[in-house]
């Protein structure tokens, strides 16, 4: 619940006075539950917090109301994750997003938020130097330095079970206790 949320940030905000600069709100997406990521902003506002935070959010989640209330409330940082500026790409990850939708998702979020962090993922199955050259220039299109990390298969995720059934995972115990040398 929101309220346990804000207990906990208040508590650590007392406990450690001034010396947090920045909260991280995150989750899978901490912006896809509109009524809840509303409802944090509201409750932080009404109890006089006046912290910073940042927060995680997908393409599909921005909306110029919950910009407002996340400014309002002291979010000072977003980080997106765009994943590709390659629509074929996106596609393969199976995002359920475009790269038009992320270029008008970066273009509302600066309307608001001073700071976009624009996770970019490479070398996910399909990825070619043509795909790359469309995530570059989606980057310089969208004017934010992107923070690029390197596809990974972790369990649970489509990229793992492909890895599996495609035999590029062959020991899976031995592959889980690599991950950690990341």
């Known amino acids: 619940?929101?309220?346990h949320v804000i207990d906990e940030i208040a508590y650590f905000k007392n406990k450690y006075q001034n010396t947090i600069k920045l909260f991280a709100i995150s989750g899978e997406c901490i912006t896809?539950?509109?009524a809840?990521?509303?409802g944090f902003c509201e409750e932080l506002l009404q109890r006089k917090l006046d912290i910073k935070y940042r927060v995680t959010s997908r393409v599909d989640t921005i909306d110029a109301q919950r910009l407002q209330w996340l400014k309002k409330s002291g979010c000072s940082t977003i980080?997106?994750?765009l994943e590709?500026?390659?629509d074929r790409i996106l596609k393969i990850m199976r995002k359920g997003s475009t790269s038009l939708m992320g270029l008008?998702?970066?273009a509302i979020i600066k309307k608001y938020i001073d700071d976009i962090e624009a996770c970019i993922i490479l070398g996910y199955r399909g990825e070619n130097r043509e795909t790359l050259r469309e995530t570059v220039a989606f980057c310089k299109k969208i004017g934010v330095y992107p923070s690029i990390f390197f596809a990974t298969a972790f369990p649970g995720t489509q990229l793992y079970k492909e890895a599996v059934e495609r035999g590029r995972i062959k020991d899976e115990r031995a592959y889980l206790m690599?991950?950690?040398t990341l």
Do not use: E, T
């Open 1 to 3: 619940p929101v309220a």
């Open 178 to 180: 690599s991950l950690d």
């Open 36 to 38: 809840w990521i509303l």
């Open 79 to 81: 980080s997106l994750g």
């Open 32 to 34: 896809m539950n509109k």
């Open 84 to 86: 590709s500026g390659s």
């Open 104 to 106: 008008k998702a970066v």
